[in-house]
């Protein structure tokens, strides 16, 4: 009986030893999904990469353009110190040489394990076609401006509406004062209230949803200055990644629902095998999570020595 209760404990060591080995790796990996689709052709793939035996970890970055046939690495690679840290690849012009569908793969290793992840993002640098049969409505102290998306095959995705009291003026977040969520080949309207007894001057323009526009339309009167726009694309902080969200002008908008859409992801939400989410705070918030589960472990594998001891001792009986 003796015997016997030796191998049961044995096995019961063995058993919690080989659970401890499948579930708490010591390498983990998250990188956070950039801003797709882009017309951005510099931003950062930002990454976490955690050690729980506290070994210096090196990440590599690879990327795999539209043309490629394999991937390639690009920038020198990234020694994070003992434990882990948060960095980024860079990727710039050199990278995104034409318009396309680019994976961007980092791998990261501590000497003795190896963790991937993947991200997408679609690089476009053509806008919209320009909106067509534009044309204003006046009444009493309002005004319906009425237009027709291009038919361009789906690039058109919102048309901003800009207003004035001068001829002369910037199409650009100053003098925006609608959005309308349409898309290509659609006929849309927008009411806009305005100041009584004021004369008021207008133009609209199409966006893809990469945040490139089109050709300009509006009062014949008008003489419109475009700027060029810029999507705004996390940068790296320290242990967490900062979101920035769009601002949509308000607007009453006729035959179309005005949503808001957001120019990244929510860190913690969404969270999937993949790895597109990072997670927030410091290193040692990812270790403390794993050896929760390894206390959880040691405790199961106590009661189960117990369990086995109190039966040895009945069958002696």
Do not use: H
Not at 42 to 65: E, R
Not at 194 to 222: L, Q
């Amino acid at each position: 009986m003796l015997k016997r209760f030796i191998e049961t404990i044995s096995l019961l060591f063995a058993s919690l030893f080989i659970t401890q080995l499948a579930y708490a790796a010591n390498l983990s990996l998250r990188v956070e999904q950039p801003k797709t689709p882009t017309n951005q052709s510099s931003f950062n793939i930002t990454f976490v990469a955690l050690d729980l035996q506290n070994n210096p970890i090196t990440v590599k970055c690879y990327k795999k353009g539209p043309s490629d046939s394999d991937f390639t690495q690009f920038g020198s690679d990234i020694n994070l110190i003992a434990g882990g840290d948060t960095d980024s690849c860079q990727v710039d012009s050199s990278i995104l040489s034409a318009e396309g569908s680019y994976i961007f793969q980092v791998k990261a290793t501590d000497g003795s394990e190896d963790a991937q992840k993947e991200v997408t993002v679609e690089y476009k640098t053509s806008g919209p076609d320009t909106p067509v049969s534009y044309s204003k409505e006046q009444t009493a102290c309002q005004y319906k401006i009425k237009f027709k998306t291009a038919d361009d095959g789906g690039k058109t995705s919102k048309v901003e509406v800009y207003r004035s009291e001068n001829t002369n003026f910037t199409a650009d977040g100053s003098t925006r004062v609608a959005t309308v969520w349409i898309g290509s080949n659609q006929e849309g309207s927008s009411l806009v209230d305005g100041e009584c007894g004021k004369t008021y001057y207008f133009a609209i323009r199409a966006f893809d949803g990469a945040g490139n526009g089109s050709g300009i339309i509006g009062d014949s009167e008008t003489k419109i200055v475009t700027t060029t726009v810029v999507n705004t694309t996390p940068t790296p902080g320290a242990g967490a990644i900062p979101i920035s969200e769009s601002s949509l002008s308000q607007g009453e908008i006729l035959g179309e629902e005005a949503t808001k859409s957001s120019e990244g992801k929510t860190l913690g939400e969404n969270a999937s095998d993949s790895g597109q989410d990072i997670p927030q705070g410091s290193p040692s918030n990812g270790r403390r999570s794993l050896f929760s589960l390894n206390n959880i472990l040691i405790a199961l594998g106590i009661l189960l020595i117990l369990g086995a001891f109190y039966r040895y001792q009945k069958s002696r009986k």
